[in-house]
């Protein structure tokens, strides 16, 4: 990540929704159209909160069994209020059958003190009520009752959740309709992007609501229209 975005140019990608910026991000023939985003198994726990975004740092962890050599969580810590911010903790749950959850009322606290803003995993969640409250943002693939034997495998490596590889430091948007990455090559100019992309439409869109629609003016419409 060699040029963080500013917290003006955060606060405008945050003003969309997720696929208003797939939309935007489309404009720039970066990457195929299918590609950049994680799937539908990973949800917003709570879809009524505003949009994620934010800097991944990445996690593996494992809960089935006990850890032989458990990592240093201090260490983790202090490498987790070290890393740039926003951060997106994104943790990938080893287990196959995922069984015991890293997050919960205590972990969502300790990790906004240290600059997080939310988690996305393929693992489990816990205490939604408790970490609804203070504004911690979950994704996740399971809601779990217990923390079983969870503990850290490793951090600061690429992970795949969602089917997506994510590395540390790839910019993250997430809301309730999922979780998406944007190129850091043209995050910069994205959130501009995406209010020409919505400007187009909304030509469409009034033609479709118009009181005196036809077949041709919708056609008219979709002419004005560069994006697609």
């Known amino acids: 990540m060699s040029n963080p975005l500013t917290a003006a140019e955060l606060a405008a990608l945050q003003e969309f929704a997720t696929p208003s910026?797939?939309?935007?991000?489309?404009?720039?023939?970066?990457?195929?159209?299918?590609?950049g985003f994680m799937s539908s198994?990973?949800?917003?726990?709570?879809?009524?909160?505003?949009p994620m975004v934010g800097y991944a740092f990445t996690v593996k962890i494992s809960a089935a069994q006990q850890a032989e050599r458990p990592r240093d969580v201090w260490e983790y810590r202090r490498a987790v209020l070290a890393a740039?911010?926003?951060?997106?903790?994104?943790?990938?749950?080893?287990?196959?059958?995922?069984?015991?959850?890293f997050w919960g009322e205590v972990n969502g606290n300790i990790h906004?003190?240290?600059?997080a803003i939310g988690t996305v995993t393929n693992g489990g969640v816990r205490d939604l009520n408790e970490v609804r409250a203070f504004g911690f943002h979950f994704f996740a693939q399971h809601v779990l009752v217990s923390h079983a034997y969870?503990?850290?495998?490793?951090w600061g490596l690429p992970v795949e959740v969602?089917?997506?590889?994510?590395?540390?430091?790839?910019?993250?948007?997430?809301?309730?309709?999922?979780?998406?990455?944007?190129?850091?090559?043209?995050?910069?100019?994205?959130?501009?992007?995406?209010?020409?992309?919505e400007r187009q439409e909304r030509v469409v869109i009034s033609a479709a609501q118009s009181s005196d629609f036809s077949i041709e003016?919708?056609?008219?419409?979709?002419?004005?229209?560069?994006a697609y």
């Not at 910026?21 to 590609?35: D, Q």
């Not at 198994?41 to 505003?50: A, Q, S, T, V």
């Not at 969870?150 to 490793?154: A, F, W």
């Open 162 to 197: 969602g089917g997506l590889t994510v590395k540390p430091g790839d910019l993250l948007h997430g809301d309730l309709h999922g979780v998406l990455q944007i190129p850091h090559e043209i995050a910069a100019d994205l959130a501009r992007a995406t209010a020409e992309v």
């Open 21 to 35: 910026l797939s939309n935007g991000i489309e404009t720039f023939n970066v990457r195929p159209r299918n590609a």
């Open 150 to 154: 969870v503990h850290l495998e490793d």
């Open 41 to 50: 198994d990973i949800r917003c726990i709570f879809p009524e909160m505003p």
């Open 84 to 101: 740039p911010g926003p951060k997106i903790i994104v943790i990938q749950d080893l287990d196959e059958q995922v069984v015991g959850s």
């Open 217 to 226: 003016k919708l056609m008219a419409a979709y002419q004005q229209m560069k």
């Open 112 to 115: 906004k003190a240290l600059g």
